[in-house]
């Protein structure tokens, strides 16, 4: 498999080195093995001579142009963590050419992917528009802002949709590189994640803070605060918009826009994070948490903690 890392500017180390690093541990575990033979032909490549990363190291890319097509280009995260610093960052010259590469690869059958807030520079080439994606957790409101007509879910660690790979935050690299070597191989990408000792990730709900998504917005913010209050208590759209101040509709409108949810959906979502919490900090049982945050048995909260997070209880009290 031939694979294209298209290195950009302010290049967020970790994401860059963890791609190297697990394609790397792939191919050497595949070279000592006469049962695997797959291989995965790496090229660090970009659109300006001199490459560095955040942390001001210099990347030894090669021009994109000019090459063979790859069977897959890899879009890493750059350094920018937060809207404001991202926004600019978007805006240079060289995102928009680093664009119209990845445009012409999608048009002549390349697979591409992303991860972090590479995503954001996928989704600004138009092409993910009316596919499932996934972003870093906490740039959810910021990328259902700027790209609405992506079907974005933040909760998943990765989303394959038709042409394109994309991937959570920061370490979901990792995640993004094994589902590429898994692709080929389930049996080597097994293997590289017990080399590499890590256990499967499907889910980034587990790590999401609800509140700061909800900082996004006033009214969301507003909503937020009042639904922590009354977890254990039945929930009511019109008693909700009520106390926000604000009617059912343009409740309903607002969450969706900025976590992509309905009220009732987030809602459940923080009794999840609150049941969570107490499963990981108490000695309670399943049916007593259950019974604070609003469930009338342990079985309901097993099966909601399993279907949002991905994780079981005793998974989770085992961590703790």
Not at 129 to 150: D, I, K
Not at 204 to 228: G, K, N, S, Y
């Amino acid at each position: 498999m031939r694979i294209f890392i298209l290195a950009l500017q302010n290049t967020f180390d970790t994401g860059l080195s963890t791609l190297l690093d697990t394609f790397s541990v792939a191919n050497e575990l595949a070279a000592s093995s006469r049962a695997l033979t797959t291989r995965f032909d790496v090229t660090i490549v970009g659109v300006r001579s001199r490459v560095t990363t955040s942390h001001g190291l210099s990347i030894p890319a090669k021009p994109a142009t000019g090459l063979a097509r790859p069977d897959v280009v890899l879009v890493p995260a750059v350094g920018a963590k937060m809207p404001d610093a991202l926004r600019i960052m978007l805006e240079r010259r060289e995102i928009v050419d680093a664009q119209r590469l990845l445009r012409r690869w999608f048009q002549r059958g390349t697979l591409l992917g992303a991860a972090c807030t590479g995503t954001f520079i996928l989704a600004g080439t138009s092409l993910l528009n009316g596919h499932h994606a996934t972003t870093s957790w906490w740039l959810a409101p910021f990328f259902r802002e700027r790209y609405p007509q992506v079907v974005l879910d933040e909760s998943r660690m990765i989303v394959h949709s038709s042409s394109f790979i994309t991937a959570g935050a920061a370490l979901a690299h990792l995640d993004l590189a094994l589902w590429l070597v898994r692709r080929r191989s389930p049996a080597l990408a097994a293997l590289t994640a017990r080399y590499l000792v890590v256990d499967p990730r499907p889910m980034q709900a587990t790590f999401a803070i609800p509140d700061h998504l909800a900082h996004a917005d006033p009214c969301v913010e507003r909503f937020e605060r009042w639904a922590r209050r009354r977890l254990s208590d039945g929930f009511s759209l019109h008693e909700a918009a009520r106390a926000v101040a604000t009617s059912p509709r343009t409740l309903t409108r607002r969450l969706h826009a900025v976590i992509g949810k309905s009220p009732l959906a987030y809602f459940q979502d923080l009794r999840v994070e609150r049941a969570v919490h107490l499963l990981q900090t108490s000695d309670h049982s399943v049916d007593q948490i259950a019974a604070q945050v609003g469930y009338a048995n342990g079985v309901t909260l097993r099966t909601l903690i399993r279907h949002k997070i991905g994780r079981g209880v005793r998974e989770l009290r085992a961590r703790a």
